[in-house]
């Protein structure tokens, strides 16, 4: 099924662009309109995808109590390679620069207001913390909504395991697959909204500026998980004097599945047993480390939400310092984290925080069918990252294990 997904979003791609080419007034007009409702959807779903997934998330993992030394390991070093990640992303868009559509693009549907384009430093700051618990709801307002969301797991986490803590978490899990379902079916009928949107971009700007543009987005992105994949994470492995090139041989199999499925969960199996019968970890470590992070270990997810984030702000005008910068740094990664069970994760979670701030999310459409080969790479990127947080967990308590 995902492999005709992905034939019918690049065949809604080029329709779209088709349509475009065309710039027939009437067709513009309704592609126009249909861009504006995807945009609609996105937006109504927004707020409710980042808040139940970061709190379902941190209310199931807040509570393992028994195993806190190991617990706590894994969520240091899953917290350090993922700002790892996020960090290389960030120094390789300030490098390579990805250059701006056209205004006549991002500006004619954008609904960023001059206060959010001149957001201070000191204005991120305050809006994190919220005056009124209805508010940052009703706005939209990301951080203050990762802040409520980060409190409200961890408390649920720290109440004792009786029938109110049980009734607070179903009600949870069933808004959260009530959500996904939603979800689902924004998704199957995503090839009409790929459609407008490339048709929409696609009368406005000539190729040659979208490819390069895009091009060096993707760069981008494909560099940044590189880098974290060859470099940063065996920098992690050598600081534990673990030799990366033996460790990457053992687990392998398990860095080549998650390639081709694009699934941590679905690789988890072969990623433990590779751990343990090839790598020599600990089964009490592996069962209990790979999969805390293969819930929580998004090493690419926080690139990609970042360099995205940062992509389609610039090309809404939205003013890019670097403090502003550092704070979607944070969200990206704590946004990561929260990421468990979402459907098509990463994507659909940078579309939420995009559409959440009211940013014109028309390059999203363009990005989806690229997003296919980019989730590939991301997810061996996770696998290798899970591996490795495991290995370090395995060598810091060996002589406890």
């Not at 250059?99 to 207001?113: C, F, H, I, R, Y």
């Not at 390069?212 to 600081?239: A, E, M, R, T, W």
């Not at 090309?315 to 704590?334: D, E, K, Q, R, Y």
């Amino acid at each position: 099924m995902k492999k005709y997904q992905i034939i019918l979003w690049f065949l809604a791609l080029a329709i779209g662009v088709g349509i475009g080419l065309l710039n027939i007034p009437w067709l513009n007009t309704a592609m126009n309109f249909i861009a504006t409702v995807f945009t609609r959807l996105f937006r109504l779903l927004a707020v409710p995808t980042i808040v139940l997934a970061v709190i379902s998330t941190l209310a199931t993992l807040g509570g393992s109590r028994e195993t806190g030394k190991l617990f706590r390991t894994t969520i240091t070093y899953t917290l350090l390679t993922t700002f790892a990640a996020a960090a290389v992303a960030l120094l390789l868009y300030l490098w390579i620069a990805p250059g701006n559509l056209p205004p006549s693009v991002t500006g004619a549907e954008s609904t960023v207001t001059d206060d959010i384009r001149n957001f201070s430093y000191s204005d991120h700051l305050m809006s994190i913390i919220p005056d009124n618990i209805v508010k940052p709801f009703l706005d939209g307002n990301v951080l203050a909504l990762l802040l409520l969301c980060f409190a409200a797991g961890i408390a649920i986490s720290k109440m004792p395991d009786n029938e109110p803590r049980r009734v607070i978490l179903n009600g949870i899990n069933g808004l959260q697959e009530l959500l996904f379902m939603l979800i689902r079916w924004l998704i199957a009928i995503l090839p009409v909204g790929i459609v407008a949107f490339a048709a929409q971009l696609t009368a406005e700007v000539g190729g040659g500026i979208m490819l390069d543009s895009l091009g060096k987005y993707v760069l981008v992105i494909i560099g940044g998980n590189c880098l974290q994949f060859f470099v940063i994470l065996p920098i992690f492995l050598l600081s534990k004097k673990i030799n990366p090139l033996t460790y990457f041989r053992a687990m392998a199999p398990a860095v080549m599945m998650a390639l081709f499925t694009k699934s941590s969960a679905a690789t988890l199996p072969v990623t433990m047993e590779n751990a343990e019968s090839r790598a020599k970890v600990n089964p009490k470590i592996s069962r209990f480390v790979l999969p805390i992070c293969t819930t929580v270990n998004m090493n690419g997810c926080a690139a990609f939400i970042l360099v995205t984030s940062l992509f389609v702000m610039q090309n809404n005008g939205i003013a890019l310092t670097v403090p502003s910068m550092l704070v979607w740094l944070l969200v990206a990664v704590l946004s990561a984290v929260g990421n468990a069970g979402v459907p098509m994760g990463c994507y659909f979670l940078t579309l939420s925080l995009m559409a959440g701030i009211g940013a014109d999310i028309s390059i999203m459409g363009i990005i989806l069918p690229i997003y296919t080969i980019i989730d590939m790479i991301e997810t061996a990127e996770n696998v290798w990252s899970d591996s490795c947080v495991c290995a370090i967990c395995n060598k810091k308590l060996e002589p406890h294990s």
